[in-house]
């Protein structure tokens, strides 16, 4: 097992004197294996591309390999009005993962129906041949780069497990599977250790989340806090300190046989650097256990 973290993971850090390659740099020092990019924090005035090659270099001159580079998406929605416009647009990003070194992308499907949505239908069904279109001619390009895609458990829209599984079985490819996040489930209000059995065998990559979650029952506790969609209240925490059973998690993974990459994605309110390095031993501890 080869562990990482996200840059999304450092998200309260960054300034004008504190950027991405830092944060690889800190990976390093903390003992990652890689450094998993999320979203490209391009500077103002560079080229996307071109920086990527940077961005790579700097992640070898420091000795930290690149993981998964995630972005958005939505074929349902976007500007341009068409899902094939969209598949353009991710085979350029295909092309800056390529350029960083990524061994694996992540994209969104879409946030869901709304006004904007420009292809006809009311619910999941009616749109995921759409879906499935958009992420099957991205992973069939991606192969041609040795990159493998992924769909994650996010976006509310396509959170469930049972949807995710249906994205993954409409593409039917080899090279794209899943991006499974422990805590994510969550907020489709999913029972995590349910959905991990079900989606381990499509598991390319894996994400350590945990969140503390409140009833929605109950008032608002505030700030730090959002709503899933069944309007309970989640907070990001240290893997290991919120309500995710990440532990039992960790073991439907390794019994389904996954043994691939784990990378921690921190969204708390605690110290950055504190919470990645004690959820990294946590989840460390975790897998040994499992």
């Given at each position: 097992m080869k562990f990482g973290v996200s840059s999304y993971s450092f998200h309260r850090m960054y300034n004008d004197s504190f950027t991405q390659l830092d944060a690889a740099k800190k990976a390093k020092e903390m003992g990652f294996d890689f450094f998993e990019v999320a979203e490209l924090r391009v500077p103002e005035g560079k080229d996307k591309l071109e920086f990527a090659k940077e961005f790579a270099a700097g992640c070898k001159e420091i000795g930290i390999s690149i993981g998964n580079y995630s972005i958005g998406a939505d074929f349902i929605n976007n500007e341009a009005g068409s899902v094939e416009a969209e598949i353009e647009r991710l085979k350029k990003e295909i092309d800056v993962a390529e350029a960083l070194g990524a061994t694996g992308v992540r994209h969104d499907s879409t946030g869901g129906i709304g006004a904007k949505t420009f292809v006809?239908?009311?619910?999941?069904?009616?749109?995921?041949?759409?879906?499935?279109?958009?992420?099957?001619?991205?992973?069939?390009?991606?192969?041609?780069?040795?990159?493998?895609t992924m769909i994650e458990n996010h976006g509310l829209f396509c959170q469930d497990s049972y949807r995710v599984e249906q994205i993954i079985c409409g593409v039917n490819h080899p090279n794209f599977g899943a991006l499974v996040d422990l805590g994510n489930f969550l907020c489709a209000d999913e029972n995590p250790v349910v959905a991990v059995?079900?989606?381990?065998?499509?598991?390319?990559?894996?994400?350590?989340?945990?969140?503390?979650?409140?009833?929605?029952?109950?008032?608002?506790?505030?700030?730090?806090?959002?709503?899933?969609?069944g309007g309970n209240y989640l907070r990001g925490t240290i893997v290991g300190h919120g309500n995710?059973?990440?532990?039992?998690?960790?073991?439907?993974?390794?019994?389904?046989?996954?043994?691939?990459?784990?990378?921690?994605?921190?969204?708390?309110?605690?110290?950055?650097?504190?919470?990645?390095?004690?959820?990294?031993?946590?989840?460390?501890?975790?897998?040994?256990?499992?």
């Open positions: 006809e239908g009311r619910g999941f069904l009616n749109v995921l041949p759409y879906i499935v279109k958009g992420y099957k001619e991205v992973t069939e390009y991606a192969q041609t780069k040795g990159i493998r059995g079900r989606l381990a065998p499509m598991a390319f990559h894996a994400h350590a989340k945990d969140f503390i979650v409140k009833s929605g029952m109950g008032a608002n506790p505030g700030e730090g806090f959002f709503q899933s969609r995710v059973p990440v532990a039992q998690c960790v073991r439907v993974l390794k019994n389904a046989g996954y043994d691939a990459t784990f990378s921690i994605e921190f969204e708390g309110c605690e110290d950055n650097l504190d919470a990645i390095r004690i959820g990294f031993a946590n989840l460390k501890k975790y897998w040994e256990m499992a």
